[in-house]
């Protein structure tokens, strides 16, 4: 794999850049839909490359469950068995066991779990994560973490950023011990963590460095925090990472966190958000988010926004989308989908643009200007999960 950056905002961190991938180039900025397992939910790999997906991502926990490493290993590695032929990019199985806590237990450097699908007791390790990403074939490899909560005292943090660490380090040998198995070469992104103490996060980060990763994510944000301590540490990580490497913050997110996170120097971007929120009815557009569910919607008959190329926009009105949501229709949940991909993955491609033509200030201000901003329920949401937790 291959970086280079080409354009940088005078105003703000904001950076163009260009991987090189042995199955083809992704422009950054970039949002990479999220394909769990194996599969961008409703959509077909050709709608996706109709919307100019370059990446997409793969899940090595839910592919190891399902289909298995032995049906992937038969069907040529994951690019091959689901037919996609770009950019793969696969997490490592990490944040899913940190999601399933009730399930798993963590002794040394092995994790033991229990399948969500069926109970059957499973372990992962750093050694394992590589294994199973080596068989996957993704062209960019996560070392295998821990991501911590929110909240999360700091005792705790510091504890779980010394096992990343240590996690991270046993992956980077695991992975250099290996070779490729499908004849194109994988680069290795490590994950800077620390929840939300600066202290830990610059450390993480100058620590990662040292072991010059291939790219540079940032984990364990995006998880209940409020957004102002998002984006202010976001900014603060990626003037400590270095500035020839691509950098990714995981699971972000919404429209807003994507375009500030830009500002702050990120290249790389994911979420479940946008189809997710799409079988829910939730459709993203340049005057905000709407509920396609809502009645007021059964009568409009205007695009769902002008000025989307995607199917759903120019060959559909809201009272169509309307009707085959409250029906239950299949082409509904498809059609959402595709247009709040299309929507996301437009929105990135004219926030690159603007870097290049060295306009970025003015698109950043603009946006923030006229882009409707959710309220942050992240301290509300905090204490929620905190007192379910001692109850």
């Known amino acids: 794999m291959k970086f280079e950056l080409l354009k940088t905002s005078n105003a703000y ?24 397992r194996g599969t961008v939910k409703a959509l077909t790999n050709e709608e ?19 289909p298995g490493m032995d049906v992937i290993r038969e069907g040529g590695g994951l690019h091959k068995f689901m037919n996609w032929h770009r950019p793969i990019l696969t997490d490592s199985g990490g944040y899913q066991v940190f999601s399933l806590a009730h399930m798993r237990k963590i002794e040394g450097d092995v994790t033991t779990f229990r399948s969500h699908i069926d109970g059957s ?34 005792a705790t943090a510091k504890e779980s950023l010394t096992r990343t660490h240590r996690w991270e380090r046993l992956s980077r040998e695991a992975f250099d011990a290996t070779d ?19 202290d830990l ?31 202010e540490l976001t900014g603060k990580v990626c003037q400590q990472l270095p500035a020839e490497k691509p950098r990714y913050l995981m699971g972000v997110g919404k429209p807003e966190d994507i375009i500030h996170s830009i500002a702050r120097g990120v290249d790389m971007m994911d979420c479940v958000l946008p189809t997710r929120n799409a079988r829910n009815g939730t459709l993203y557009t340049r ?39 409250k029906t239950g229709e299949i082409t509904g949940l498809r059609l959402n989908s595709l247009h709040n991909i299309t929507f996301f993955l437009q929105l990135v491609r004219e926030a690159r ?18 882009y409707p901003m959710e ?17």
């Open 201 to 231: 996060r610059m450390e993480s980060a100058a620590y990662l460095t040292n072991l010059d990763f291939d790219g540079y994510a940032i984990g364990g944000l995006a998880v209940g925090e409020p957004k102002a301590i998002m984006y």
């Open 353 to 370: 643009q603007s870097i290049q033509e060295g306009r970025f200030s003015k698109f950043y201000e603009n946006f923030c200007q006229t």
């Open 180 to 198: 490729p198995l499908w004849g194109h070469t994988q680069a290795l992104f490590a994950i800077v963590q620390g929840s939300v103490y600066e």
């Open 287 to 325: 005057r905000g988010k709407i509920n396609i569910k809502r009645a007021e919607f059964s009568k409009d008959f205007s695009p769902l926004d002008p000025e989307c190329p995607c199917p759903a926009c120019q060959n559909h009105s809201k009272a169509y989308l309307h009707h085959l949501y």
């Open 48 to 66: 996706l490359i109709s919307a100019s997906a370059s990446i997409i991502l793969g899940n090595t926990y839910h592919l190891y469950l399902r």
């Open 13 to 36: 961190a904001a950076r163009a850049g260009l991987i090189q991938t042995d199955h083809g180039p992704v422009e950054t900025p970039v949002f990479m839909p999220v394909g769990t």
């Open 121 to 154: 007791l499973h372990t992962l390790s750093p050694e394992k994560s590589m294994e199973i990403q080596r068989m996957l074939g993704s062209d960019i490899v996560m070392v295998f973490d821990e991501c911590t909560p929110y909240p999360c005292d700091y």
């Open 375 to 391: 309220e942050d329920h992240s301290a509300k949401n905090a204490a929620s999960r905190e007192r379910r937790r001692k109850s």
